[in-house]
């Protein structure tokens, strides 16, 4: 039997002891490190891994895929999960599975692996989204089963390996982090009263310490893909990573959220999407824009319904295809530029252009430029309001 494997790793306690317990059971690991934006992997991580057992360990950077295939479709989609969450982690677990099949693939791997809990999404992405694109690898989950039932088991099980685990920063939060946003949960944030103590977060300023005065910044869009900050064009990697560096001096992207979580539980969370928040609302302003008033209202159901699928890992699916026909077809006039102010915790658009705008001055102004024709609002109210004549009577 082909027992080798390929280990979504992050370099971390819980993936670490999951290359030892596999090899132990007579895998043969292959550790796959994914670079999402959280950082480059660490040569200390990737030793870490072939110290615990791993045959081989797989290094790519995935930053302008991420953006490109899965970021940029659910910008153009308005998806935020629950009003609040833009999605950042779900987002990359689709990729990151998705280059495990082609790995387990090319490597002839009959499974791949996680190190994910059993009562956290990410274990319903990782695997659902391996199912659907091949139904014939098998999947293990060692956390769901292995015999540690603490952090401190894992971290005995570590030394003895002699596994170069650092538990000396240890945190009690657990973090995931790629480039368009941070997740954050445990320790103080399970108790839903408490507010998110200072060192929660990890880049951005409260608005109490952010800069004094506001930035103004000026994004592009190209058919509802942000192209430019203050009318220089950037790739997309480098345009998230300005917007989050200058969001995160003006304490934009917090939230605070008591989400539902795909396994019926309801889950503490705290989020940073600097770069995100500043661009959602860019987008959906120059929607507001381009867009009439029947596509805008179908579009929010639409929006809601794409940031639950992503969000329940369900990425690859007919439906999700489905509705990135329709969204595409959205996007051809979602072009132009938006200006926002950035202040003390505010992200506030303040100015739009577009050359495919539906605002017409010469309409909308009560200056003596009106061209509106106000008589024939009589008539249009008149047959606007025909279905409903007399309909209290008899109430």
């Known amino acids: 039997m082909n027992k080798k494997v390929v280990l979504a790793y992050s370099g971390g306690l819980d993936t670490s002891v999951c290359v030892k317990w596999l090899a132990d ?3 043969e690991v292959i550790a796959f490190m994914a670079n999402v934006g959280q950082g480059d992997p660490s040569a200390a991580a990737v030793r870490r891994a072939k110290v615990a057992g791993a045959a081989k360990v797989i290094v790519k950077d995935l930053r302008e895929e991420f953006l490109r295939d899965y970021v940029w479709p659910a910008l153009a989609a308005d998806a935020v999960y629950e009003g609040k ?7 990359s677990r689709p990729l990151i599975a998705r280059h495990m099949v082609d790995m387990a693939h090319a490597e002839k791997a009959s499974a791949v692996a996680h190190g994910c809990t059993g009562k956290g999404n990410d274990q319903v992405r990782f695997e659902v989204t391996a199912r659907i694109l ?3 690898l098998k999947i293990i989950a060692p956390v769901r089963i292995w015999e540690f039932r603490s952090r401190e088991q894992e971290i005995d099980y570590a030394r003895r390996h002699r596994i170069p685990i650092d538990v000396s920063k240890r945190s009690s939060y657990s973090i995931d982090q790629n480039l368009w946003g941070t ?17 929660t977060f990890r880049s951005i300023r409260s608005p109490q310490h952010a800069l ?5 910044v000026v994004i592009g869009f190209s058919r509802g893909v942000p192209v430019s900050v203050n009318g220089k064009a950037l790739g997309a990697v480098a345009l998230v990573q300005r917007l989050n560096a200058l969001g995160a001096q003006h304490a934009i992207g917090r939230a605070d959220i008591l989400e539902s979580r795909v396994v019926g539980i309801k889950s503490r969370e705290v989020y940073e ?14 929607e507001r824009a381009v867009l009439d008033r029947q596509v805008l209202a179908y579009k929010r159901g639409v929006a809601a319904k794409y940031a639950e699928l992503i969000y ?14 329709f969204i595409r077809q959205t996007q051809r006039r979602v072009s132009g530029r938006v ?21 017409r001055e010469r309409l909308a102004t009560y200056s003596a430029k009106d061209q509106f024709d106000q008589r024939s609002a009589e008539g249009f109210i008149k047959l606007f309001g025909l279905a409903y004549e007399g309909a209290k009577k008899g109430t």
């Open 212 to 216: 004094a005065k506001p930035a103004y």
């Open 183 to 199: 997740s954050i949960e445990s320790g103080v944030l399970e108790n839903p009263w408490i507010e998110p103590p200072a060192d």
């Open 339 to 359: 200006r926002l102010k950035l202040y003390k915790g505010t992200c506030q658009v303040v100015g739009r252009q577009s050359p495919h705008s539906l605002y």
């Open 25 to 27: 059971r007579g895998y």
């Open 312 to 325: 329940e890992g369900l990425w690859f699916t007919p439906l999700k295809a489905a509705l990135d026909a």
């Open 85 to 91: 969450y833009l999605l950042a982690t779900a987002l």
């Open 134 to 136: 091949d139904p014939g």
């Open 273 to 286: 999407a600097p770069g995100g928040t500043i661009l959602f609302e860019a987008h959906q302003d120059l």
